[in-house]
């Protein structure tokens, strides 16, 4: 994949360069722009299934995930094809090599990848699956061979674990990790973590890069809240 990001700003756009014939996917509704050399379709997010299939597969990905049932593909229809994406959120973007790494995914930070690149859904353990946050029963995991990008709310931040010992981060924080951690989802303290102000925290174990965003979309709803009057005029 070819491209130019935006530098220097909080709202951070990516300018993809595509041969004649050359493919990506994106995030439904990720597009801000083309040069008209490009043929944008939506397609059912059924990770190339087709027919009733597909359309289970589909359904099934927006159900136990969060995702959306159609994801959009750009073709190039010419050499100098160009089009232009952006996240929904104020954040980062960066780019993930997926081949000799995997990666798992949370909810909502897929933005854009190859056409080689798929991801298919990887049943959680059970604390993962009863508490959510990472996808509910399901979390995206990588497959095929090319670039990702993903995307964060704040800075992206890439932490290395050495295995040593456990690596406690908040589970609203988590953007994506490699598939050689071991994970569990758990309360951060008391019985629901009110005690120190946070909730659910995600415990990895094993040696692997994590990348986190240094806000969470959670904490600034809460923190508006305050200011949306209520319907009762209150």
């Not at 439904?28 to 040069?35: I, S």
């Not at 190339?48 to 597909?54: L, N, Q, S, Y």
């Not at 704040?154 to 994506?176: R, T, Y």
């Amino acid at each position: 994949m070819k491209y130019e990001l935006t530098a220097g700003t909080a709202f951070p756009l990516v300018e993809i360069m595509l041969d004649r014939g050359e493919k990506i996917k994106l995030e439904r509704g990720a597009m801000v722009y083309h040069n008209g050399q490009i043929h944008l379709e939506g397609k059912m997010n059924s990770n190339g299934k087709a027919g009733i299939g597909g359309v289970l597969s589909a359904l099934g990905r927006s159900m136990t995930s969060g995702e959306s049932f159609f994801i959009s593909q750009a073709s190039g229809l010419d050499d100098h094809a160009k089009i232009a994406i952006a996240p929904p959120s104020v954040g980062s973007i960066r780019e993930l090599e997926v081949g000799n790494i995997h990666w798992r995914l949370n909810t909502g930070v897929f933005l854009a990848c190859d056409d080689s690149v798929t991801y298919n859904m990887k049943k959680q353990k059970l604390s993962g699956a009863l508490f959510g946050g990472t996808g509910g029963f399901f979390v995206m995991e990588t497959a095929g061979r090319g670039s990702l990008l993903v995307s964060s709310f704040g800075d992206l931040v890439e932490l290395n674990l050495d295995g040593q010992i456990p690596f406690i981060i908040d589970n609203e924080h988590v953007v994506a990790w490699e598939d050689s951690l071991d994970y569990d989802i758990r309360v951060a303290s008391g019985t629901f973590g009110f005690t120190t102000g946070e909730g659910l925290v995600n415990e990895f174990h094993g040696r692997g890069k994590v990348l986190i965003q240094t806000r969470n979309l959670q904490g600034l709803a809460g923190a508006l809240a305050k200011f949306i009057p209520s319907s009762s005029g209150s």
